[in-house]
């Protein structure tokens, strides 16, 4: 994907020079409450998930106008079938002001653009934000999928199962 510019942001690759700043969302807990480490990360875990948007052209880094401050991520993943997945996180100081929906609104501009003819979310039925989110986006809830993934394991080693919702929004 390349670059997007909308009202007050900049859709863009990330750079190393982003690394304060990623790691300012990444080392959040209530901002990574839902994403797979549940946790905070460290300072070299965040450099390691840095090192992971700089190599691929899914992530783009989500970065304020007025400020230059990159605030989040969003994720457009090539799927089989012309269709693309799509993801996104923001620091939770920016919640609640339209980011999410703006970059989220530009990004599948794009890829409906490029010729993408469905564009699907996945989140955690607990996510409330996040599913709102999406249904503001005009994407459909299409199922719910009980017990189908973890990320984590209780003290006996066992998974600790977590429910998905699927959502979809297909090219208008």
Known sequence: MGMIETERLILRRFRQGDMEDVFAFLSDA???????????L???EAQGELSFRLGT???LAVELRENRR?????????????????????H???????????ACRAAMAQAFAAG??????????????????????GFKREGHLRQNVYFHTDGEGKPIWKDTF???KLKE
């Not at 993408?116 to 986006?137: F, G, Q, T």
């Open 42 to 44: 460290t300072w070299e």
């Open 92 to 102: 939770r100081a920016y919640w609640g002001r339209g980011y999410a929906q703006e």
């Open 30 to 40: 209530e901002t990574m409450q839902f994403e797979p480490a549940g946790r905070s």
């Open 116 to 137: 993408v003819h469905r564009i699907y979310a996945e989140c955690d039925p607990e996510n409330i934000r996040s599913w709102k989110l999406l249904e503001r986006l």
């Open 166 to 168: 699927v959502y979809g």
């Open 57 to 59: 052209e899914e992530m």
């Open 70 to 90: 990159v605030i989040g991520n969003v994720y457009m993943g090539k799927r089989p079938f012309e269709a693309a997945e799509m993801g996104y996180i923001l």
